[in-house]
Structure formats: C-alpha cells, structure tokens
C-alpha cells in the first residue's frame, strides 16, 4: 500500500467513523424521544457532540485505529474499540457534567450515543478489514537477494493487507548469469498466467545490461514497475542505511527552508511552548521536592547537546539520574536512574524543562533526538552520515523515539538513524502532527524511555 493510497484510505475511514458518529447520535435521540427528531433538539446538541466527536477521532488517533495495529489485524478490533470508547466516554461525562459549557446534560442521549457509535463502528470497521484482506491485490514479481529485499518479500507474503500479492521472487544473482534465458522464459510464462504484473527490482546495476535491455522492452508490453526503495520505505517506514550514499542524501534530502512549513511550525513551537510552559508551571513543585526528597541532589541537569547545523545548545532537563552518573547507554532499569527519575521518564515529565528550549529555538517539538556532543563525536565516527541528523532542529519527540525505544548499542543507533532519515525526508505538518498524537499514546501506555 504505498503512501498516496493508505492517506487516502485513512481518511476514508476518518470519514466513516464521523459519519457513524452523526447517525448515532441521530439515533438517539430518536431512541429517546420516540420520535423523529425536531430541528430544535438536534440543533441544541449538534454543536457540542461535534466538538466531542473531533476529541473522540483523536482517541481514536492514539489508539492506533488509523495505524498498523488496525491495517495489518495487529490487534483485537473488538478490544481496541472497546478501550477506546470507554475512554470517549470518560470525555464525554467530564465535557457535560464537569465543564458545563453548555445548558444540555444529555444523560440517557449520551449512553445511548456510546452504545450506538460502539456496535456501528464494530460493524463498520469489520466490513473495512475483510475489504482490505479480500480487495483486488496488485500482483508483483520481485528481482533481487539483498537483505533487504528478503525482508521486504517476507513481509509482503505475512501482511495480505498491504494490497499486494507475491506472484514470484527471482534471485537477481540467477539473472545476472542466465545465458541460456531460463530465467527469462520463466517470467514470460508468469505474464502469461498473470495480466496486470508489477516488476519491483532491487538494483538494476547488479543486473548485466542484456536483462536490462529485456526489463526495458516490457515497458513497451505495458508491464508497471515499481521502484523497490520507495516501496521499502512505504511499508517499513525507514530509510536503511545501505541505501544512502551522497548521491542519494543530494537527490532526496532538501537542506533549503521551505516557508510553508518551517514558519508555521516555529510559530507552532513559540505558540505551543509558551502555553505548555505556563500550565505545567502547576506541576515544578511536585516534581522539584519529588526529586529533592528522592536523593537531596540537584533539581536541574543541563548538558550540551548538538543542534541544527551541528551547532552545540545547553539543554535543561529535571534529573533523573544520579549525581556524578557516567555518560552512557542506558538499560530500561538502569540503577543509575533514581526511583522519581525512572516515573519522570516514564510520563516524559522530566522534559518539561525543554519547552525553554523549544521557546528560543534551540529545539522544535518534532525532530530528532538530540545527542551529547561528546557521544555525537564518537557516533559519526562509526556511523556514516550520521551528522545528517542535524541538519534540521532536534526535537522533544520524533520519528525515531515513537518507532523503537532509546538505542542502547551503535547496532540500534544505525537503526535511529533510518527512521530519523525517514523523517527529514518526509517532514511536514500533516507528518508532524501524527508523531505528537503517537507520542501521547506511547506515553499513556508507558512504552520507551
């Protein structure tokens, strides 16, 4: 499912379920009355459920039910639909019984609104997911033997709902010496069996130019090809190492300011920073005499670390560390972290601190992760490119952090590496946005570090 069509998907869905929103409610104040509903009652709660309904799509959001763990059956739909709409209905009593905004208290209305949306989306989402597993699959043939083609065929042949069918996998190496075309012959008697093949050939370069010559005749056939790195990328979300070279960075990474996003995301950041610096205000003296009683050592920890352009900031964070602690990997449970540290995490309430950061413009709230610029020296040392990182601002959350937790060896910083990659690839508002819901998310769940 490449990346135009799961967005288009999405909002479809998106769609759906605000239209089983609408018609639930419709339904019950039907079901309440006994009664079609008169212009006067439906106008008194349009306004309110709708904005109830915008909060519930966010619920919705977090829970995944518009990511992987829906697309793929990751998950239960009965049980993530279940959870989710306890927690609507958690909001829905505080929004009208607590917040008073509005004259309405719609008691037996909302439980029959809750019940209703719950059995509707059931039946919705079901008839979605049987779409997905059962709707016409686009046939590919696949050429190559690299790693990463194995596991990009593997997943293809596990997951029926990215939209796609594995007729065949060729090992590129058995092309490349095929003299007597017994390679070829075999793919011929594929197109035969099958209309409508999409070739997906990892590298042409490993292929010798007579069997290049052939692909290129199957244009004229009109047989479709896909490009393999963008496919990897749409499914695995990711931008391997193996595949980045300077010729690449040059061709698909764009180091110039784009007015359409950078100046709405930094107003964004000021915006969001000065807000979000005030209200958790609320919340310094618990966390300062938690941390103060926890050990009796200093409240703040501020380190350098390494921005944009690879220029170093001082960054502030509330400790959760030991004092004199030394400067490396982390386990999960790591005794260098305090018992307050290892909760501060946890919730990410020890970052709070950063919006100061984000204020001057040091940090945004979405990018990658920011290094100790003693450990960044070392890591570019044995990663290459990994400077790429800064070429944009580190942020409060990213890609990377939503996508796998905190790296603890140079193996799982490689593989930072490719989400962050993925990310100043693909940058935008839209990208944005879903990586602070998913953020919230993890946080709730107390997933990562």
């Not at 799982?412 to 508002?429: G, M, P, Q, V, W």
């Amino acid at each position: 499912m490449n990346r135009f069509k799961k967005r288009f998907l999405t909002f479809l869905i998106l769609a759906g379920d605000l239209a089983v929103f609408y018609v639930s409610l419709w339904l019950a104040l039907f079901l309440r009355y006994f009664a079609i509903p008169s212009q006067r009652v439906f106008d008194e709660h349009i306004l309110p459920f709708s904005l109830l309904f915008v909060v519930w799509l966010a619920v919705f959001y977090i829970a995944d039910l518009y990511g992987r763990s829906f697309y793929l059956g990751e998950k239960k739909l009965f049980g993530m639909l279940l959870k989710s709409q306890l927690i609507n209905s958690v909001i829905a009593i505080s929004f009208f019984y607590l917040l008073t905004f509005y004259d309405i208290t719609p008691k037996t209305v909302l439980f029959i609104d809750l019940f209703a949306s719950f059995v509707l989306l059931l039946l919705w989402r079901t008839a979605i997911g049987y779409l997905l597993k059962f709707s016409f699959k686009k046939k590919l043939i696949l050429v190559g033997s690299g790693s990463e083609f194995e596991e990009l065929v593997s997943c293809l042949e596990q997951n029926e709902r990215y939209g796609f069918q594995v007729i065949a996998k060729i090992d590129s190496r058995d092309l490349a010496g095929d003299r007597d075309g017994r390679g070829r012959r075999q793919m011929e008697s594929l197109m035969a069996s099958n209309r409508d093949l999409i070739f997906v050939i990892e590298s042409m370069e490993d292929l010798p130019a007579p069997v290049v010559s052939y692909f290129y005749g199957l244009m004229f056939l009109g047989k479709e090809f896909f490009d393999f790195q963008k496919l990897y990328q749409d499914i695995f979300q990711y931008v391997p190492l193996s595949f980045v070279d300077d010729k690449w960075l040059l061709s698909n990474i764009s180091s110039g300011r784009n007015n359409f996003y950078d100046l709405p995301k930094r107003w964004l950041d000021i915006i969001i920073s000065l807000a979000g610096g005030l209200v958790s205000l609320i919340l310094y003296p618990l966390i300062v005499c938690a941390i103060i009683l926890d050990d009796g050592g200093p409240v703040f920890f501020m380190n350098f670390r390494v921005g944009q352009k690879n220029k170093t900031f001082k960054q502030i964070k509330f400790r959760t560390m030991r004092v004199n602690a030394d400067a490396r990997w982390l386990d999960k449970d790591d005794k260098q972290i305090t018992r307050i540290g290892r909760w501060l995490r946890r919730t990410r309430l020890d970052e709070l601190p950063q919006l100061w950061n984000v204020l001057k413009g040091d940090m945004s709230f979405v990018g990658p992760r920011p290094d100790f610029a003693e450990f960044a020296k070392i890591l570019e040392t044995k990663i290459p490119y990994y400077n790429i990182r800064n070429l944009i601002k580190p942020g409060l959350t990213g890609w990377a952090q939503i996508q796998q937790l905190a790296p603890r060896s140079v193996e799982e910083t490689h593989k930072r590496l490719a989400y962050d990659i993925y990310y100043i690839k693909n940058r935008s508002l839209l990208l944005d946005l879903m990586i602070i819901l998913q953020t919230i998310r993890t946080i709730l769940s107390t997933n990562g570090t």
